[in-house]
């Protein structure tokens, strides 16, 4: 089932070197919104590059006042990009390939051109963890296409670039945002600047604190960031240092209690009495700490309420030098020092209380509230919590001990004419070593299912009136899933990469191909799924039953790890100016993507010797694509439009249940940009229609299917007025139904949001305004659990966050 040739076509433009100060280009680039730097071998007009790319410029940024980084890149065309989960943990997707695992499988996200963390999908571990768009970035470059994967490794679908401000130009500013209609209090500053003629730095950041969107009743959004970069400009080059500090923690919503009645064809999703998944979160402050054994099977306890926390400190160096004779040498090195936590609730199930209290403890059980203000007292299973609903948890407690990488880039490359025309040749070497060290530590819990921050923990007691939990607690394990997923991970991943590329430009065609080799290896351990043994944790000196059922990690017998990888990648593409405001474009490719940590634990990796039993196809998505594309632009209206066909072929591990999918997939479709300006008003646009089909997999049933959650269209559009004084706008995104699952059953019904902006400027260098984010509060649910209705008729599934509106007030300087 798996296609792989030795060799694929593609492009990457040359995306191998970026110009002489090419980040402070882009930095100016909002200006003209012209000059690209992302996946070329020099700054270039849009019009003339074969590649598809869309920028989203600082000013844009700002007004939008996205609440996350997935947020912003849902304004991207071509992007799928499930916003929902907070502050990270999204799901981002580009053109019909499949959203098969969490996180960016077949996006690289990127800062300041080298990745952000070399896998975009680690378990628990999604780079936009540790990516915050705030003051600090200057510009958003994205890159769809199979040339990406010729210019950063596991990136076969496209790469996502921030790029930061330098200080090139003088100016900064400081902004106060306060929440109208919830509680968060944020603090954003940059300032940047000359100090001679030669020296330049930007240094910015942001605070936020507050309950944030939902109500979890309790102070969730705690952190911030401060970013910084010194630039030395000499005789043919620069050198620059850039830092970043990042420690931020947030609650991170997961799929939720629906109730859903109808068909699966024609649903009608609906929030439950008291529980609503816009606003409302299993979080609560009735609930607070989790106690299990850590990574060395010790008794120990975390907090229930750090939600997702990350740290990041990265340190970085990038240079350019003019070594003579047209050649030019660049390189870019960052370390970065990352860690933190993924704690966050899970149901396993949800429904009627005593159904839920008899399967724990039998027929006849009862059940007590455990916290609360009402702990200790016997509940009403009929109406508790108003709605006379439980919900089996298990809580997703991963440590992340160390998400570190470091990374380098190295490229040469050389400018040169010929004949009648001129040609850029880019050579390099990219490396990097992204350690993955984790500890599943999952429980599980019962617990009502309540809005506004009032859910309980509650224990169960039998019918002869013994309590089967502990203070809530069912076992410490993930009982409801069989008592899966107690694991270690400690993986260090290698990569190595060489790459080359060759430009041409005759005049209006422009002519480019790459190719890249990514090799590497992986080393180390992985602990799993060992026995269910008593633990005492209480000291009583005796064992509950809760207690009889806790997972422990099997130390002594950990599965090695120890396999070597390697994949071609390829590409070719075409531009021709038809006229000086019309182009085409068209583009073959070839890339592929290492799997990592997604392909451990399952038959992909021996765990006798840590091997590839059945080769590299076990750890390689395949993904080969074919773009056609035309661009105009002139007289302040330019449309972008490109057809694309792709096929992706992979092997993935689902979680739980252990699952072991082997599919091949086919997409084809047409992606649409446009914008139009006219004196104080500006309208853009975009939309992708996209066909995407199950074209093999090991479940017959599926075959011929649409990939779950994969609709037909999604679309965005802004539309604003700005006369100096006063500015305002409006931005829609929506998509239409999709499948829940690959079984094409249950609908995901379509949805759009509106978020709005409002702002004046009394006085120079002031402005006070106001965003709306789901300006109509409408309902957005971008995945859900169940494959069909059930029959109690709750479904699990994550909405979008309901209206939020803050007000801010800016002083530029």
Same mark, same amino acid.
């Given at each position: 089932?798996?296609?792989?040739?030795?060799?694929?076509?593609?492009v990457?433009?040359?995306?191998?070197?970026?110009?002489?100060?090419?980040?402070?280009?882009?930095?100016?680039?909002?200006?003209?919104?012209?000059?690209?730097?992302?996946?070329?071998?020099?700054?270039?007009?849009?019009?003339?590059?074969?590649?598809?790319?869309?920028?989203?410029?600082a000013?844009?940024?700002a007004?939008?006042?996205?609440?996350?980084?997935?947020d912003?890149?849902?304004?991207i065309?071509?992007?799928?990009?499930?916003?929902s989960?907070?502050?990270?943990?999204?799901?981002?997707?580009?053109?019909?390939?499949?959203?098969?695992?969490?996180?960016?499988?077949?996006?690289?996200?990127?800062?300041?051109?080298l990745?952000?963390?070399?896998?975009g999908?680690?378990?628990?571990?999604?780079?936009?963890?540790?990516?915050?768009a705030?003051?600090?970035?200057?510009?958003?470059?994205?890159?769809?296409?199979?040339?990406?994967?010729?210019?950063?490794?596991?990136?076969?679908?496209?790469v996502i670039?921030f790029?930061?401000?330098?200080?090139?130009?003088?100016?900064?500013?400081i902004?106060?945002?306060?929440?109208?209609?919830?509680?968060?209090?944020?603090v954003?500053?940059?300032?940047?600047?000359?100090?001679?003629?030669?020296?330049?730095?930007?240094v910015?950041?942001?605070?936020?604190?507050?309950?944030?969107?939902?109500?979890?009743?309790?102070?969730?959004?705690?952190?911030?960031?401060?970013?910084?970069?010194?630039?030395?400009?000499?005789?043919?080059?620069?050198v620059?240092?850039?830092?970043k500090?990042?420690?931020?923690?947030?609650?991170?919503?997961?799929?939720?209690?629906?109730?859903?009645?109808?068909t699966?064809?024609?649903?009608?999703?609906?929030?439950?009495?008291?529980?609503?998944?816009?606003?409302?979160?299993?979080?609560s402050?009735?609930?607070?700490?989790?106690?299990?054994?850590?990574?060395?099977?010790?008794?120990?306890?975390?907090?229930?309420?750090?939600?997702?926390?990350v740290?990041?400190?990265?340190?970085?160096?990038?240079?350019?030098?003019?070594?003579?004779?047209?050649?030019?040498?660049?390189?870019?090195f960052?370390?970065?020092?990352?860690s933190?936590?993924?704690?966050?609730?899970?149901?396993?199930?949800?429904?009627?209380?005593?159904?839920?209290?008899?399967?724990?403890?039998?027929?006849?059980?009862?059940?007590v509230?455990?916290s609360?203000?009402?702990?200790?007292?016997?509940?009403?299973?009929?109406?508790?919590?108003?709605?006379?609903?439980?919900?089996n948890?298990?809580?997703?407690?991963?440590r992340?001990?160390?998400?570190?990488?470091?990374?380098?880039?190295?490229?040469?490359?050389?400018?040169?004419?010929?004949?009648?025309?001129?040609?850029?040749?880019?050579?390099?070497?990219?490396?990097?070593?992204?350690?993955?060290?984790?500890?599943?530590?999952?429980?599980a819990?019962?617990? *009502?299912?309540?809005?506004?921050?009032q /859910?309980?923990?509650v224990d169960? !007691? =039998?019918? +002869?009136?013994?309590?089967?939990? &502990?203070?809530?607690?069912?076992?410490?394990?993930?009982?409801?899933?069989?008592?899966?997923?107690?694991?270690n991970?400690?993986?260090?991943?290698?990569?190595?990469?060489p790459?080359?590329?060759?430009?041409?430009?005759?005049?209006?065609?422009t002519?480019?191909?790459?190719?890249?080799?990514?090799?590497?290896?992986?080393?180390?351990?992985?602990?799993?799924?060992?026995p269910v043994?008593?633990?005492?944790?209480?000291?009583?000196?005796?064992?509950?039953?809760?207690?009889?059922?806790?997972?422990?990690?099997?130390l002594?017998?950990?599965?090695?790890v120890?396999?070597?990888?390697?994949?071609?990648?390829?590409?070719?593409?075409?531009?021709?100016?038809?006229?000086?405001?019309?182009g085409?474009?068209?583009?073959?490719?070839?890339?592929?993507?290492? *799997?990592?940590?997604?392909?451990?634990? /399952?038959?992909?990796v021996?765990? !006798? =010797?840590? +091997?590839?039993?059945?080769?590299? &196809?076990?750890?390689?998505?395949?993904?080969?694509?074919?773009?056609?594309?035309?661009?105009?632009?002139g007289?302040?209206?330019?449309?972008?439009?490109?057809?694309?066909?792709a096929?992706?072929?992979e092997?993935?591990v689902?979680?739980?249940?252990?699952?072991?999918?082997?599919?091949?997939?086919?997409?084809?479709?047409?992606e649409?940009?446009?914008?139009?300006?006219?004196?104080?008003?500006?309208l853009?646009?975009?939309?992708?229609?996209?066909?995407?089909?199950?074209?093999?997999?090991?479940?017959?049933?599926?075959?011929g299917?649409?990939?779950?959650?994969?609709?037909?269209?999604?679309?965005?559009?802004?539309?604003?007025?700005?006369d100096?004084?006063?500015?305002?706008?409006?931005?829609?995104?929506?998509?239409?139904?999709?499948?829940?699952?690959?079984s094409?059953?249950?609908?995901?019904?379509?949805?759009?949001?509106?978020?709005?902006?409002?702002?004046?400027?009394?006085? &120079?260098?002031?402005?006070?305004?106001?965003?709306a984010t789901?300006?109509?509060?409408?309902?957005?649910?971008?995945?859900?659990?169940e494959?069909?209705?059930?029959?109690n008729?709750?479904?699990?599934?994550?909405?979008?966050?309901?209206?939020?509106?803050?007000?801010?007030?800016?002083?530029?300087?």
């Amino acid at each position: 089932m798996k296609f792989r040739h030795a060799l694929a076509f593609g492009v990457a433009l040359s995306a191998f070197s970026t110009p002489v100060f090419a980040q402070d280009a882009a930095e100016t680039a909002e200006d003209d919104n012209e000059i690209i730097v992302t996946a070329v071998a020099r700054g270039q007009n849009r019009l003339e590059s074969s590649v598809s790319v869309s920028s989203v410029g600082a000013e844009q940024i700002a007004d939008l006042a996205p609440p996350s980084s997935a947020d912003l890149i849902r304004q991207i065309p071509g992007i799928r990009s499930e916003a929902s989960g907070g502050e990270g943990n999204a799901n981002i997707a580009v053109r019909g390939l499949p959203v098969s695992t969490g996180g960016a499988r077949y996006i690289q996200l990127q800062e300041d051109g080298l990745p952000v963390l070399e896998f975009g999908d680690i378990i628990f571990g999604n780079a936009d963890n540790f990516l915050r768009a705030d003051r600090n970035v200057a510009r958003v470059e994205a890159v769809r296409g199979g040339s990406a994967s010729t210019f950063a490794s596991n990136a076969p679908g496209g790469v996502i670039n921030f790029i930061s401000k330098t200080g090139q130009r003088e100016g900064g500013a400081i902004q106060g945002t306060v929440g109208v209609d919830f509680e968060t209090y944020r603090v954003d500053f940059d300032y940047g600047a000359p100090l001679a003629d030669d020296l330049y730095f930007h240094v910015g950041g942001f605070y936020r604190t507050g309950e944030g969107p939902r109500d979890i009743g309790y102070n969730g959004y705690d952190g911030g960031q401060v970013k910084a970069n010194l630039t030395k400009e000499f005789d043919g080059g620069y050198v620059r240092f850039h830092a970043k500090f990042l420690d931020d923690s947030t609650p991170t919503i997961l799929p939720q209690p629906v109730s859903v009645t109808g068909t699966d064809g024609n649903p009608d999703y609906t929030a439950i009495a008291g529980f609503d998944p816009r606003s409302d979160s299993l979080y609560s402050p009735f609930i607070t700490t989790i106690t299990t054994l850590d990574g060395g099977n010790n008794p120990t306890t975390y907090n229930f309420q750090d939600g997702l926390s990350v740290e990041s400190q990265a340190f970085g160096v990038e240079a350019e030098i003019d070594v003579g004779s047209g050649w030019t040498l660049t390189n870019r090195f960052r370390y970065a020092n990352n860690s933190g936590s993924f704690v966050s609730p899970f149901p396993a199930s949800a429904g009627a209380a005593q159904d839920i209290a008899d399967g724990i403890g039998g027929a006849g059980s009862s059940i007590v509230f455990a916290s609360g203000p009402n702990s200790g007292s016997v509940a009403n299973a009929a109406d508790i919590g108003g709605n006379g609903l439980l919900a089996n948890i298990v809580n997703f407690n991963v440590r992340l001990n160390s998400l570190d990488n470091v990374t380098n880039d190295f490229r040469i490359s050389k400018d040169f004419d010929f004949g009648s025309g001129s040609a850029t040749f880019t050579s390099g070497f990219y490396l990097s070593r992204q350690d993955v060290d984790t500890d599943w530590l999952w429980t599980a819990h019962v617990q *009502t299912v309540q809005g506004d921050g009032q /859910s309980v923990l509650v224990d169960i !007691v =039998d019918a +002869g009136g013994d309590t089967v939990t &502990d203070n809530g607690v069912v076992g410490y394990g993930a009982n409801f899933f069989g008592n899966c997923c107690r694991r270690n991970y400690d993986v260090a991943y290698s990569t190595y990469a060489p790459f080359a590329s060759l430009a041409l430009d005759f005049d209006r065609l422009t002519l480019d191909m790459s190719v890249r080799y990514d090799y590497g290896d992986a080393n180390g351990t992985v602990t799993g799924d060992g026995p269910v043994t008593d633990f005492d944790f209480n000291n009583d000196g005796d064992i509950s039953q809760a207690e009889s059922q806790t997972s422990v990690l099997p130390l002594t017998t950990p599965a090695p790890v120890n396999y070597d990888f390697g994949y071609f990648s390829w590409s070719l593409g075409a531009n021709y100016l038809l006229t000086d405001d019309l182009g085409i474009f068209a583009r073959y490719s070839q890339g592929g993507r290492h *799997t990592a940590d997604r392909s451990l634990l /399952s038959p992909a990796v021996s765990t !006798v =010797d840590g +091997g590839l039993p059945g080769g590299d &196809d076990g750890v390689i998505a395949d993904v080969n694509q074919l773009e056609l594309g035309l661009k105009y632009q002139g007289g302040g209206f330019s449309v972008y439009a490109t057809g694309f066909f792709a096929e992706t072929s992979e092997t993935n591990v689902e979680i739980a249940p252990l699952l072991l999918t082997d599919t091949d997939y086919e997409a084809y479709g047409v992606e649409l940009e446009g914008s139009y300006s006219t004196g104080p008003f500006t309208l853009s646009a975009g939309a992708t229609w996209t066909d995407a089909e199950i074209k093999d997999s090991l479940n017959a049933a599926i075959i011929g299917n649409t990939p779950r959650r994969q609709a037909d269209l999604v679309y965005q559009a802004t539309a604003q007025y700005d006369d100096g004084f006063f500015k305002a706008g409006a931005n829609l995104i929506g998509t239409t139904d999709s499948f829940t699952q690959d079984s094409n059953q249950l609908e995901l019904p379509g949805y759009n949001q509106v978020n709005a902006f409002l702002a004046v400027r009394p006085v &120079d260098r002031v402005e006070v305004a106001l965003n709306a984010t789901n300006l109509f509060n409408n309902f957005g649910y971008t995945e859900a659990e169940e494959g069909s209705i059930p029959g109690n008729g709750i479904v699990r599934a994550r909405s979008i966050a309901g209206r939020t509106v803050a007000a801010s007030v800016r002083f530029d300087f």
